[in-house]
Structures are given as structure tokens and as C-alpha cells.
């Protein structure tokens, strides 16, 4: 049965659905950490939190998820690039819905890398994958 413990997996999926963040990253999507040797530009992505929606009844399933995704790259340019294509694929309604919270661009002095950090809210309902 489809969790929303395992949700980084769904994300996974979805973003390496994308034909046009594949075209930009290819397959360097990582979840909570960067491989030391990675290329970039690159995506990762973590789950911050997640809480059950339950009910009087008990458990709902539905389940509402805080994630970040992280576009990093060595060019402004291609990491808001990358940040595009990631707001493109994510679903607003279906199984599960998300919600671009916010989004922050940043660079790195000691690496030298540019960095657009987005932070979405998302719902996953557990019972509708089944």
C-alpha cells in the first residue's frame, strides 16, 4: 500500500517524469544529500515534515507533506531553469496536490554555486493510490 512515509519516491517519479528538467539535470536528482563527485547542475530535494489529517474517526489517510527541492547549479540562468520545469510537473490536484509555498534565490561564495530553494506544501491522499 502507497505511504506517505515513502512519498520521497512519488516525488522522484514525478520529477524525473519531466522531459524538459531531464533535458537540464538528466538523472542528477538526489534526495536529502549530493553525492561529494556530483555534476551539476543538479536537484535535491528533502521532506521536512509530514502529519496525518486524522479524524474522530481515526486515520484519514490524507497526509500533508512540507518539502523542499533545491535546483543548484554554476549559472543563475540554468538553475531557475531547472526550478521552472520543477514547478511545471508538480500537480495541483489528483492523488496528491502541491503548493508552491515560496521560493529563494541564492548563491554559494565557497562553492561557487547559484541555488534556487523552493519549499512546497503538499497533500497526499494514501487511499487514492491504492
Not at 11 to 25: C, E, G, P
Not at 26 to 33: K, S
Not at 62 to 90: F, H, Y
Request: proline share 5%; hydrophobic share 45%; glycine share 6%.
Amino acid at each position: 500500500m502507497p505511504s506517505a512515509v515513502d512519498f520521497e519516491k512519488t516525488l522522484s517519479a514525478t520529477l524525473k517524469s519531466s522531459a524538459d528538467l531531464v533535458a537540464i539535470v538528466g538523472d542528477r536528482i538526489y534526495c536529502l544529500y549530493i553525492p561529494q563527485a556530483a555534476k551539476m547542475p543538479c536537484v535535491s530535494f528533502q521532506r521536512i515534515y509530514g502529519r496525518p489529517a486524522n479524524t474522530l474517526m481515526g486515520a484519514s489517510g490524507l497526509e500533508v507533506i512540507k518539502m523542499q527541492i533545491d535546483c543548484w547549479a554554476r549559472s543563475l540562468t540554468e538553475a531557475k531553469n531547472a526550478a521552472k520545469a520543477i514547478r511545471a510537473v508538480m500537480p495541483a490536484n489528483g492523488p496528491w496536490g502541491a503548493h508552491l509555498d515560496e521560493d529563494v534565490d541564492s548563491f554559494d561564495g565557497e562553492t561557487k554555486y547559484f541555488r534556487i530553494m523552493m519549499e512546497y506544501t503538499i497533500w497526499y491522499c494514501e487511499n487514492a493510490l491504492e
